[in-house]
């Protein structure tokens, strides 16, 4: 079956570049969809169709998708993005949604 | 503005089964391409996919949880009511509805979520 790996840490200072993966085999040929995901809240579409940004999402969240990778990018990070964030997909084969592990994000 | 809200029992039994109900308001399940899925996330563990039903009353289920799933819906009541038999303390978790973001019959992302119901499953 189809797996999305998503390191479990990332650590950033404030004012950094925050990077996620979502690594899964030919993900590229997938549309890809980012959450946030703070303790205690329902989790937020930030980032739908590899790289479009739901109304309200500020422009520091950025995505891309190639080959077996699919990266989130958060920039200019600030503590209020500290959160977990998740990787998701269909997969057409198994006609199962995916979500990847979850990356934990700290902001130094 | 779409607001969606779980509701259900905090505390089940291994074996019974669970019946949650998501009640939402700013979109109607009588709307052509409107869909809505049920997610949950066990405690320190990542989000699951569960269920959807669409407008049309088509249904999608989890390949893992499917024979232990129903999902239903009241159009007029503006409600979706989720299913799960045999409940285990490995479904313990926070269950969440969501409306899928868009108009449609495929896929698409998950846009906006309830604040979620904690399930605790213990004897």
């Known amino acids: 079956s189809y797996v999305l790996t998503q390191p479990p840490s990332v650590s950033v200072a404030p004012g950094q570049t925050a990077t996620f993966t979502c690594g899964g085999n030919?993900?590229?040929?997938?549309?890809v969809h980012w959450y946030q995901h703070k303790p205690g809240q329902a989790p937020v579409l930030v980032v739908y169709?590899?790289?479009d940004r739901p109304s309200g999402i500020p422009e520091r969240f950025s995505g891309s998708n190639s080959g077996n990778t699919a990266t989130l990018t958060i920039s200019r990070v600030e503590a209020g993005d500290e959160a977990d964030y998740y990787c998701?997909?269909?997969?057409?084969?198994?006609?199962?949604?995916?979500f990847g592990g979850g990356t934990k994000l700290t902001v130094l | 503005q779409v607001t969606l809200k779980e509701s259900g029992p905090a505390l089940v039994k291994p074996t019974q089964t669970l019946t949650l109900t998501c009640t939402f308001s700013g979109f109607s399940l009588f709307t052509s391409g409107m869909r809505v899925s049920w997610i949950r996330q066990p405690p320190g563990k990542a989000l699951e996919w569960l269920a959807r039903?669409?407008?049309?009353?088509?249904?999608f289920y989890s390949t893992s949880l499917k024979t232990r799933l129903t999902i239903s819906k009241d159009t007029s009541k503006n409600q979706v009511v989720l299913t799960m038999t045999n409940m285990d303390p490995v479904d313990t978790a926070t269950y969440y509805c969501v409306r899928i973001r868009g108009y449609g019959s495929g896929w698409d992302a998950f846009h906006i979520w309830g604040q979620g119901a904690m399930v605790i499953v213990s004897s």
């Open positions: 169709d590899d790289s």
């Open positions: 039903i669409d407008w049309n009353d088509d249904k």
């Open positions: 030919n993900i590229g040929g997938k549309s």
């Open positions: 998701q997909v269909w997969d057409v084969i198994s006609d199962d949604v995916l």
